[in-house]
């Protein structure tokens, strides 16, 4: 079934520790986001990228790192985590460059930081 | 920046009964307005969007509302089922390659059967 697949779908991590959470789509689109949810304050975008080559910074993007190497793939990278990074992290991605547009969402990774 | 506020947070409607969700936002240059639905560890998923050019626009069951000038929109469902209960989110954005889409803090909707 075409879609999002993200990983690992939830880890425990040791404050201080690099990690990096994975995000693959088999739908050729061009953009592709990152967002953490947190009880209460809903979904915010911590990065983004319109199309492969090319990542610009959301709403909380401090500590995290990302690439776009290709159209398909969208790593996110905590360098050092911190337990305020502790969350649900869900990939999404849609068709054109923007987002005034449908986006279709993986089904997150949960990540705690200890 | 964009701000998005919706309400209310928790929903409990009676099932076949309606039920309405709202969102303001704040910036008057937005022009796209979509709705998600997330399920218990699942992503969300849309259900509806509007664009501003358009006032209202249906789906079945869902309906979603677009008042410009008030800067607010509203997601409806009739005939509520079970398979609603979940949390709804609603989002604004703007349309160039450098904005970004911000979304309302969600919506718990419980259907009591």
């Known amino acids: 079934i075409a879609g999002i697949t993200q990983a690992p779908t939830s880890q425990i991590l040791a404050a201080g520790r690099r990690m990096t959470l994975r995000c693959t789509q088999d739908m050729r689109h061009n953009a592709m986001y990152w967002y953490r949810q947190d009880l209460g304050l809903g979904l915010r975008l911590i990065h983004y990228?319109?199309?492969?080559?090319?990542?610009g910074k959301g709403e909380v993007p401090d500590g995290y790192s990302v690439s776009r190497a290709n159209t398909d793939d969208f790593p996110l990278t905590l360098a050092s985590a911190v337990p305020s990074q502790t969350s649900v992290y869900f990939c999404a991605s849609s068709p054109g460059q923007g987002p005034n547009q449908p986006q279709h969402f993986g089904d997150g990774t949960r990540l705690s930081i200890l | 920046g964009e701000n998005v506020e919706q309400h209310p947070s928790t929903l409990s409607v009676q099932e076949g009964d309606s039920a309405v969700i709202k969102c303001t936002y704040s910036d008057s240059a937005s022009n796209y307005f979509p709705w998600y639905k997330q399920e218990l560890g699942k992503g969300p998923q849309l259900i509806i969007d509007?664009?501003?050019?358009?006032g209202e626009k249906k789906d079945q069951r869902i309906a979603v509302t677009l008042n410009k000038t008030a800067k607010h929109f509203s997601l409806h469902i009739t005939e509520t089922q079970p398979e609603d209960s979940a949390v709804y989110f609603c989002?604004?954005?703007?349309?160039?390659?450098?904005?970004?889409?911000?979304f309302g803090s969600g919506t718990r909707l419980s259907i009591r059967p």
């Open positions: 989002a604004a954005s703007r349309g160039s390659s450098a904005s970004k889409i911000i």
């Open positions: 509007i664009r501003s050019n358009v």
């Open positions: 990228s319109n199309t492969a080559g090319t990542t």
